[in-house]
C-alpha cells in the first residue's frame, strides 16, 4: 500500500507552502469525483471477467472474526527481552490505521512479568488501609455497580522516546509513537468502589497493585483517583484482553499508563506514596538546572502524520490526502496544524468530530506535492493553549538525555523520489 495521487484539480490555490491546500477542500461537492481519470482504472463495460471468488461460495461463519488475510501488515511490532520475555513491550502499527479507535488485538503492549492467566471467577479486588470498611469484591459483586463508558487514550510515559536519540529513528511512526492506543473503556467510576468502602479524609494516595507475577504497584494521587478515573470491565465493546489487564485494570485518562494499573488486585488508601520502582528509578528524571521531574502524571500535547509517512513513498507528483492523530492529557485538540515547507508556514487541518476530551484526535489535509523536496511537520495546541514544542525547545528545556515524556513536533523529509523519513528539522 503506496499513497497514490487522489486527483488533479489545477484551480485551487494553495494555503500554505509546500502545496498545502484548504481543509474544506474535501468538503465541498464535486472536487473529490472531478479528477479526470489520474490513477483511476478506465471502466471496460465489456469485461467478462469474473473473480475467482465470484465462482465458488464464499467461506463458512467464525465464532470469533479475524482480520483479512491480505492485512498480514497491520500487526505489532514486538521488542521483547529474549532472556525474560515477558518483559518488553508491543507497539501500535499507527502507521496502518484510521479514525480515532484502536482495534482490540493492535493496543499496545507494555509488560514488566508477562500476561498472567487470571481465573476471573477467583480474582479478588481488596481496597485497604484508611477505608472506614475495608472491602474485597468478587466480580460477581462488581457487576452489580453503575457502569459508565468513555472514550480515552493510553499512552507509555516512555512513548516516542527515541526522539532523544541524536539520529533520527528509522521505523514506521507506529513504531516509533505507537506505545498510545486508544478505546472506549467501559466500568465502575472508581470513586464509587472509594465511597462504599469508607475513604476517609487522611487518605492522600492509592496504593495500586496488579496480580501480575512482577506485583507491579504504583502511587495514585487521591484527587485523580476520585475524578474520572475508572475501574474498568470492558475495552471497545469486549471484556478487556488479558493483556490489557484482563479482568480489571484502572484507567486514568491524560495520566502516564504506569498509572493505568491492569489485573488490578488490590488499592491501599495511604497517606504518603510508596515510592516504588516505576516512581523513582523510573519516571524521574534530572533536569538541566539538577532539578529532577517526579510525578510527571499527565501526557503533555503531542500529534504525528500518519499517512504518508515513512516506509511508505508516494507514487508521484499530485494530489495527496495528509491524515494523523493529535492527542492531549490536559483535556481537548482545539488545532492541528501543518506545515510543508519544514515550519516557515502553517495550515490548520480538519479536525474529525467529535472532538473529545483526552481522547485520540484525527485531522487531516488536502495537500498538492509538485515533486519535489520539502519538509512535513504538525503541531498540535490545545485547549490549555499549550503548543507541541519544536524539538529544540524541548531539549533546551528538558536536556539531551531525556527518556520519559518526549512530545516534540515529528519532522519528515519527503524526497524527490516520494520517499520519507524521519529528520530532526
Ligand atoms: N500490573 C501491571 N500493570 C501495568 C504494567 C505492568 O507491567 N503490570 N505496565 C504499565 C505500563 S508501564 C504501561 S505503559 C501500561 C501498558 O498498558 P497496555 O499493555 O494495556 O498497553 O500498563 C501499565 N500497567
Ligand atoms: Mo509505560
Redesign the pocket.
Known amino acids: 500500500m503506496s499513497p497514490t495521487p487522489i486527483l488533479p484539480p489545477d484551480d485551487l490555490e494553495p494555503v500554505a507552502g509546500g502545496g498545502l491546500l484548504d481543509r474544506r477542500m474535501f468538503l465541498r461537492q464535486g472536487i473529490a469525483l472531478g479528477g479526470a481519470g489520474l490513477g483511476l482504472l478506465a471502466f471496460d463495460a465489456d469485461a467478462t471477467d469474473v473473480p475467482r471468488w465470484m465462482k465458488t461460495p464464499g467461506g463458512p461463519f467464525t465464532n470469533y472474526g479475524e482480520p483479512s488475510a491480505y492485512e498480514k501488515e497491520a500487526i505489532r511490532w514486538i521488542s521483547a527481552n529474549a532472556k525474560a520475555p515477558g518483559h518488553g ?1 508491543s507497539w501500535t502499527p499507527l502507521h496502518r490505521l484510521e479514525g480515532t479507535i484502536t482495534p482490540n488485538g493492535l493496543h499496545f503492549e ?1 509488560h514488566h512479568n508477562g500476561v498472567p492467566a487470571i481465573d476471573p471467577e477467583q480474582h479478588r479486588l481488596t481496597l485497604h488501609g484508611l477505608f472506614s470498611k475495608p472491602i474485597q469484591f468478587s466480580l460477581e459483586q462488581l457487576f452489580r455497580y453503575p457502569m459508565v463508558s468513555r472514550q480515552c487514550f493510553v499512552e ?4 516516542s522516546n527515541a526522539g532523544w536519540h541524536e539520529e533520527p529513528i528509522q521505523t514506521p511512526v507506529g513504531y516509533f509513537h505507537g ?1 498510545a492506543s486508544s478505546s472506549e473503556w467501559t466500568g465502575i467510576p472508581l470513586s464509587i468502589l472509594l465511597d462504599e468502602a469508607g475513604l476517609q479524609p487522611e487518605a492522600r494516595w492509592l496504593v495500586a497493585e496488579g496480580a501480575d507475577a512482577g506485583a507491579m504497584n504504583v502511587s495514585i494521587p487521591i484527587e485523580k483517583a476520585l475524578d474520572d478515573t475508572l475501574l474498568a470491565l470492558y475495552q471497545n465493546g469486549e471484556r478487556i484482553r488479558p493483556e490489557q489487564g484482563y479482568p480489571m485494570r484502572l484507567i486514568l485518562p491524560g495520566f ?3 498509572l493505568n494499573v491492569k489485573w488490578l488486585h488490590r488499592l491501599q488508601a495511604v497517606k504518603e506514596p510508596l515510592m516504588s520502582r516505576n516512581e523513582t528509578a523510573k519516571y524521574t528524571e534530572l533536569e538541566p538546572s539538577g532539578k529532577a521531574r517526579q510525578f510527571t502524571f499527565i501526557m503533555e500535547a503531542k500529534s504525528v502524520i500518519t499517512q504518508p509517512s515513512p516506509g511508505f513513498r508516494l507514487k508521484g507528483p499530485g494530489l495527496y490526502q495528509i491524515s494523523g492523530l493529535a492527542w492531549s492529557g490536559r483535556g481537548t485538540i482545539r488545532r492541528v496544524d501543518i506545515s510543508a515547507d519544514g515550519g516557515r508556514s502553517w495550515a490548520p487541518a480538519a479536525l474529525q468530530e467529535p472532538l473529545l476530551s483526552k481522547c485520540f484526535t484525527r485531522f487531516r489535509l488536502p495537500w498538492r506535492w509538485d515533486g519535489s523536496p520539502l519538509i512535513l511537520k504538525s503541531r498540535a495546541i490545545d485547549d490549555t493553549g499549550y503548543q507541541q514544542p519544536e524539538r529544540s525547545t524541548l531539549i533546551a528545556e528538558r536536556g539531551q538525555r531525556g527518556y520519559f515524556h518526549y512530545n516534540a513536533i515529528v519532522a519528515f523529509a519527503v524526497d524527490s523520489d516520494g520517499s520519507l523519513r524521519h529528520v530532526y528539522a
Do not use: P
Not at 507509555?156 to 512513548?159: E, I, P, R
Open positions: 513491550i507494555r507509555c510515559g516512555g512513548n506505545l502516564e499508563a504506569v
